[in-house]
């Protein structure tokens, strides 16, 4: 289902003002949000996330752009978005992609996924360097 919503889905060409282009802006959201439950079930992330974290990561990932006010750059934004969403859906990318990219540093900030303290307990300091420039 979701797949067909994004087929419908698409950005034109040019936005005529700043005000369309946010429009634009709030459709791609609610439809992102509207595949949230197809993410989940494709990339098994109920043991990991759950959808208000995931909804919260789109937020985040959509916010980071806010300061952008050219109509041109925030429909290049928006057709980069598609494609990421198309690519997510379609199942272009793995589990892992997923979890590296959009789930696991949030978590991370959050502080909801590990315990750094029992992490470093009983390592030498190379070890802590070595974990804390990889991801795990």
């Given at each position: 289902?979701?797949?067909?919503?994004?087929?419908?889905?698409?950005?034109?060409p040019n936005s005529?003002?700043?005000?369309?282009?946010?429009?634009?802006?709030?459709?791609?959201?609610?439809?992102?949000?509207?595949?949230?439950?197809?993410?989940?079930?494709?990339?098994?992330?109920?043991?990991?996330?759950?959808?208000?974290?995931?909804?919260?990561?789109?937020?985040?990932?959509?916010?980071?752009?806010?300061?952008?006010?050219?109509?041109?750059?925030?429909?290049?934004?928006?057709?980069?978005?598609?494609?990421?969403?198309?690519?997510?859906?379609?199942?272009?990318?793995?589990?892992?992609?997923?979890?590296?990219?959009?789930?696991?540093?949030?978590?991370?900030?959050?502080?909801?996924?590990?315990?750094?303290?029992?992490?470093?307990?009983?390592?030498?300091?190379?070890?802590?360097?070595?974990?804390?420039?990889?991801?795990?």
């Amino acid at each position: 289902m979701a797949s067909m919503m994004l087929r419908n889905f698409r950005v034109p060409p040019n936005s005529v003002s700043l005000e369309e282009a946010r429009n634009r802006t709030f459709e791609f959201f609610k439809m992102a949000c509207r595949s949230t439950p197809t993410i989940m079930d494709i990339y098994n992330l109920d043991d990991v996330v759950t959808h208000s974290q995931l909804r919260s990561i789109i937020a985040s990932e959509i916010r980071k752009n806010s300061h952008v006010t050219d109509p041109k750059v925030i429909d290049m934004l928006l057709f980069k978005g598609i494609e990421e969403l198309r690519n997510v859906i379609e199942h272009s990318k793995q589990r892992h992609h997923i979890l590296g990219q959009y789930v696991l540093p949030v978590l991370d900030r959050e502080n909801l996924l590990h315990d750094a303290g029992a992490k470093d307990r009983g390592m030498s300091d190379f070890l802590k360097n070595f974990y804390s420039s990889n991801y795990f």
